[in-house]
């Protein structure tokens, strides 16, 4: 046998990162690779930035436009129906203002003033006054021009006709009309009293619904009868109308009224 020495084999170099393995231990290695990756994506960003933000630029094509006058457009041949206008055009002169004429002022003939009247008197006497001129007297005055007004209303034809009388403080007293004429069954209750023939005068005051009340005996004949108080008691039940006065009837103005009694009858009035 030969004794031949055995020689080792070649040594490798070892890769980077098993260097750094080895080195730094596999923490390092991992923070160097998270480095580096992420400084590669920073630069990646840093190129792509530009083109996204910077808009892409528009060419918007340029409008030329050119002045120029525009040709005058060829006069118009005169026709035989419309002479062409030879003489230009002046202006219109401005038409004189007529003064309006005046209005003649009336004459007015009013007469001359009478010369004064000189009278010579000479020095150291006294002028006879009857030898004076006098004025001539003047004429009688004219009488006084009457105006006149309208014409006062008269009385309405339908008014109620005033009587003679007054009632108890003085009012004035109209012809009673009446409503309804009262029963003979209504008075011969309060007459049956009376002595016949008689006669009674009362004064009432209307009130509302053709009635009355504040009545008042005028008079009666003969005296003594005792129809007035018979009258005044039945009162109650008249029914009479208002006065009418200027074609309105009037309630609280006084009536005048009058009872007959008879022998076989009472009429009322």
């Given at each position: 046998?030969?004794?031949?020495?055995?020689?080792?084999?070649?040594?490798?170099?070892?890769?980077?990162?098993?260097?750094?393995?080895?080195?730094?231990?596999?923490?390092?290695?991992?923070?160097?690779?998270?480095?580096?990756?992420?400084?590669?994506?920073?630069?990646?960003?840093?190129?792509?930035?530009?083109?996204?933000?910077?808009?892409?630029?528009?060419?918007?094509p340029m409008a030329t436009f050119g002045v120029s006058p525009e040709p005058e457009p060829a006069p118009e041949p005169p026709s035989a129906a419309r002479p062409a206008?030879?003489?230009?055009?002046?202006?219109?002169?401005?038409?004189?203002?007529?003064?309006?004429?005046?209005?003649?002022?009336?004459?007015?003939?009013?007469?001359?003033?009478?010369?004064?009247?000189?009278?010579?008197?000479?020095?150291?006497?006294?002028?006879?006054?009857?030898?004076?001129?006098?004025?001539?007297?003047?004429?009688?005055?004219?009488?006084?021009?009457?105006?006149?007004?309208?014409?006062?209303?008269?009385?309405?034809?339908?008014?109620?006709?005033?009587?003679?009388?007054?009632?108890?403080?003085?009012?004035?007293?109209?012809?009673?009309?009446?409503?309804?004429?009262?029963?003979?069954?209504?008075?011969?209750?309060?007459?049956?009293?009376?002595?016949?023939?008689?006669?009674?005068?009362?004064?009432?005051?209307?009130?509302?619904?053709?009635?009355?009340?504040?009545?008042?005996?005028?008079?009666?004949?003969?005296?003594?009868?005792?129809?007035?108080?018979?009258?005044?008691?039945?009162?109650?039940?008249?029914?009479?109308?208002?006065?009418?006065?200027?074609?309105?009837?009037?309630?609280?103005?006084?009536?005048?009224?009058?009872?007959?009694?008879?022998?076989?009858?009472?009429?009322?009035?």
């Amino acid at each position: 046998m030969s004794n031949s020495a055995v020689l080792p084999p070649p040594d490798h170099a070892p890769p980077p990162l098993s260097r750094l393995r080895e080195r730094f231990g596999t923490r390092a290695v991992a923070i160097a690779l998270a480095l580096l990756v992420e400084l590669l994506l920073a630069l990646l960003l840093l190129t792509i930035a530009p083109r996204i933000l910077t808009p892409p630029e528009e060419t918007v094509p340029m409008a030329t436009f050119g002045v120029s006058p525009e040709p005058e457009p060829a006069p118009e041949p005169p026709s035989a129906a419309r002479p062409a206008e030879t003489a230009p055009r002046t202006a219109a002169q401005p038409r004189p203002v007529e003064a309006e004429p005046q209005p003649a002022e009336p004459a007015v003939n009013d007469p001359a003033p009478a010369p004064p009247v000189l009278l010579d008197i000479p020095l150291g006497r006294m002028p006879d006054i009857g030898a004076v001129p006098r004025r001539p007297a003047a004429g009688p005055a004219a009488p006084a021009r009457r105006v006149a007004g309208p014409p006062a209303p008269g009385p309405d034809p339908g008014d109620s006709r005033r009587v003679e009388g007054r009632g108890p403080n003085g009012e004035p007293l109209y012809a009673a009309a009446w409503y309804r004429k009262p029963y003979d069954s209504e008075l011969r209750g309060y007459l049956s009293t009376a002595r016949a023939p008689s006669w009674a005068l009362i004064a009432c005051r209307t009130v509302a619904d053709f009635r009355i009340d504040s009545c008042a005996l005028l008079d009666e004949y003969p005296e003594g009868a005792n129809i007035g108080r018979a009258v005044l008691a039945a009162a109650w039940q008249f029914r009479v109308r208002p006065p009418r006065l200027r074609g309105q009837y009037q309630v609280g103005e006084w009536v005048r009224i009058r009872i007959d009694c008879g022998l076989d009858s009472v009429a009322a009035e």
